[in-house]
């Protein structure tokens, strides 16, 4: 059983189009998180949820949207892609009680053309 | 804030020779620190912890000791396998539970082992 899982793996679309991630894990952690990983594989946090509740936005543009159904799902929508929202989008989970690991996806790889 | 910074990568190696790639951080308290692992085209996965000063992670032949006194804990292997050709992750939680604790990571660091 895949513990955090993400789809899809693979995303191209053009500029200007809407898209979303889903992404669900099945540990019973109750906090989810979306991190963006660029070229150069530099990881940065966008959002976190606990028990469905946003918790931490990263000065992320309004064109990304998380939305969280209950603890186990975190969706992630993008609106009005741009060629610089190109990267691999991981999701991850997480019971934030101190010096727990976080359980990372399997990442989905955005281009935008 | 709080921060890790790792040795700048690439770092090439021939088989069985001996691995260590630095990390330092800047934290208030006693952070959590961890390193991952993330081979081509996967997710991260965790490789080892240490929670409190002077624990030592290990795993598959992998060792980190958390040093309070100079803000270290580098990774370090006594023989390289090509398999173990990946990005290495620092990184850091502090030392609070709770629903704003995250973690954060280091720039990464491209381990390449040649046979």
């Known amino acids: 059983d895949t513990a955090v899982s993400q789809t899809p793996k693979y995303l191209v679309t053009q500029m200007g189009n809407d898209k979303s991630i889903k992404c669900e894990q099945n540990?019973?952690?109750?906090?989810m998180y979306w991190y963006k990983q660029d070229s150069k594989k530099f990881l940065k946090i966008m959002f976190s949820?606990?028990?469905?509740?946003?918790?931490i936005n990263e000065t992320v543009p309004n064109r990304f949207s998380p939305k969280s159904p209950d603890k186990a799902h975190l969706n992630l929508h993008i609106n009005s892609l741009e060629l610089g929202d190109s990267a691999v989008y991981f999701c991850a989970s997480r019971a934030t009680t101190s010096g727990t690991e976080a359980f990372f996806g399997q990442g989905t790889r955005l281009t935008v053309v | 804030g709080d921060s890790v910074t790792q040795m700048e990568g690439p770092v090439t190696l021939s088989e069985e020779a001996f691995l260590t790639i630095n990390c330092t951080y800047t934290?208030?308290?006693?952070?959590?620190l961890f390193w991952y692992v993330q081979y081509p085209g996967e997710g991260l996965q965790l490789l080892l912890k240490?929670?409190?000063?002077?624990d030592k992670g290990s795993n598959k032949g992998f060792e980190a000791t958390y040093r309070k006194e100079t803000t270290s804990f580098h990774l370090e292997k006594g023989s390289v396998q090509v398999s173990d050709s990946a990005v290495y992750f620092c990184a850091l939680s502090d030392q609070y539970g709770g629903a704003t604790n995250k973690l954060i990571f280091g720039t990464g660091t491209l381990l390449a082992v040649q046979p």
């Open positions: 949820y606990n028990n469905k509740e946003l918790i």
């Open positions: 934290a208030t308290g006693y952070p959590s």
């Open positions: 240490a929670t409190k000063a002077d």
């Open positions: 540990l019973g952690h109750d906090t």
